[in-house]
Structures are given as structure tokens and as C-alpha cells.
């Protein structure tokens, strides 16, 4: 089962836009993270937001996080060609077990 | 530093056979856990090893099997391959033992099965 579901499945921008994607999640949870995937290969951990935190920057990064509304959003500013990707969000549903959503796919036209 | 590196890349398998894939995690990180990725989805949980033990278990039938060795590496076994066990198979280690820590993962080994 998964417990993240991003929104939009699929995202096309201009380069110098800006991107919003949303992440739902099920239960409560310790943290929530960030990944990013290019071309089908391995997962790199973008960013980490705490429960207790609302707002996250790093570098051209945002994430918010209401738990109240259980959902988190990941904004990428002044996006690039390189930004081409697919991001995920991710929780622990456990000790051991990280969940992800289904993703949401991105695309920046030069 | 070298990042998690897994072998190999791609491999291709007809079904029924039986295949081994390999981890090897960050210097220093003891945690290793594999994930499945069918085309168009998210990861899906398989295992979890910390300390050479297993810790956790993902809803995966008991053609999975995996271990993990005393320098942290690690393996995955697949027997009596289907046709849906096709799919981007992903390692991920941590320093710490529970998945709410930062993973860092491998390329992966993309596995077709004919």
C-alpha cells in the first residue's frame, strides 16, 4: 500500500518557471521526505521536513508541510533543463519501511 | 567517497530462473534495504538489514529472499522468476536503522524477465 500521493502525475514548464507538485499522505508521521529520479535510475534525497516544521528552503527548493491537512508540496523556483526529472515523496510507515507515491513527473522545455 | 553501487546494471532472465543481485552500501552505513520499481510507479518495500539481520519485510512472496553479509554488503535473491517480476530493483543504505533517516540509493539493476 502506499501512503503518498503526488499531484499532479505529470508536469510541463517553461525553463525559468516555477514548479508545484503536492503530496497527500495517510497516516501521521515523524518526518517526510523528498526524492528525486532521473531517467528510471537511482533516488536522490532532495530535502527532509520534520513534523514539527511548516517550511523548508534549500537552495532553489521549497517544501511546505501542514499535517493538519496531512499534505506536503515541493516547489522548485527558476527551473532548469537539468531539473527534467520525476520527485517523489516519502514516508516511514515504521521503523524500516519508507513509503513512496506514485510520483510526479517533470518536464522543463528549453 | 563511492556512492551505493549495485551489480549489475541490466539483466536479462527467462521465466523460472533464479537471480542474484548485489549491494554494496556507503563506507560506514550498516542499514541496507532493496526496493522494487515497476515502470510508472514508486519504489515498493522488499527488505530491510541492519547489522546483518533482518529487520523488516515488504509484502513480497518468499521467492524473495535476501541477506546481508558482515562487510554490510548485501544480496537479493529472486527465484522462480515471473513475467511481473520485471522492474528497476533499488538499494538504499543509511548510517542510522530506521527508514525516517535520509536513504541513499544506488543506480539499480534493471531486471527483464522473458
Known amino acids: 500500500s502506499q501512503q503518498g500521493e503526488e499531484d499532479p502525475q505529470a508536469l510541463s514548464i517553461q525553463e525559468g518557471e516555477n514548479a508545484t507538485m503536492n503530496c497527500s499522505y495517510k497516516t501521521s508521521i515523524n518526518n517526510l521526505q523528498w526524492y528525486r529520479q532521473n531517467s528510471g535510475r537511482g533516488l536522490v534525497h532532495l530535502i527532509l521536513?520534520?513534523?514539527?516544521?511548516r517550511e523548508k528552503h534549500s537552495g532553489r527548493l521549497r517544501v511546505t508541510l501542514d499535517t493538519s491537512k496531512k499534505s506536503s508540496s515541493l516547489l522548485i523556483t527558476a527551473s532548469r533543463a537539468a531539473d527534467t526529472a520525476s520527485y517523489f515523496c516519502?514516508?516511514?510507515?515504521?521503523?524500516?519501511?519508507?513509503?513512496f507515491g506514485a510520483g510526479t513527473t517533470v518536464t522543463v522545455r528549453a | 567517497d563511492a556512492g551505493v553501487t549495485q551489480s549489475p546494471t541490466h539483466l536479462i532472465k527467462t521465466r523460472g530462473q533464479h537471480v542474484t543481485l548485489r549491494c554494496s552500501p556507503i563506507?560506514?552505513?550498516?542499514?541496507v534495504s532493496w526496493y522494487q520499481q515497476v515502470l510508472g510507479q514508486g519504489p515498493q518495500f522488499i527488505f530491510q538489514?541492519?547489522?546483518?539481520?533482518?529487520?523488516g519485510r515488504g509484502n513480497f512472496p518468499d521467492r524473495f529472499s535476501a541477506r546481508q553479509f558482515p562487510n554490510y554488503s548485501s544480496e537479493l535473491n529472486v527465484n522462480a522468476l515471473l513475467l511481473g517480476d520485471s522492474a528497476l530493483y533499488l538499494c538504499?543504505?543509511?548510517?542510522?536503522?530506521?527508514?525516517?533517516?535520509?536513504?541513499?540509493f544506488g543506480p539499480g539493476t534493471r531486471l527483464t524477465v522473458t
Open positions: 538489514y541492519y547489522e546483518k539481520e533482518e529487520r
Open positions: 538504499a543504505s543509511s548510517a542510522l536503522d530506521r527508514a525516517r533517516y535520509e536513504q541513499y
Open positions: 516519502a514516508t516511514a510507515l515504521n521503523d524500516y519501511k519508507l513509503s
Open positions: 521536513i520534520r513534523s514539527n516544521e
Open positions: 563506507s560506514g552505513h550498516k542499514s
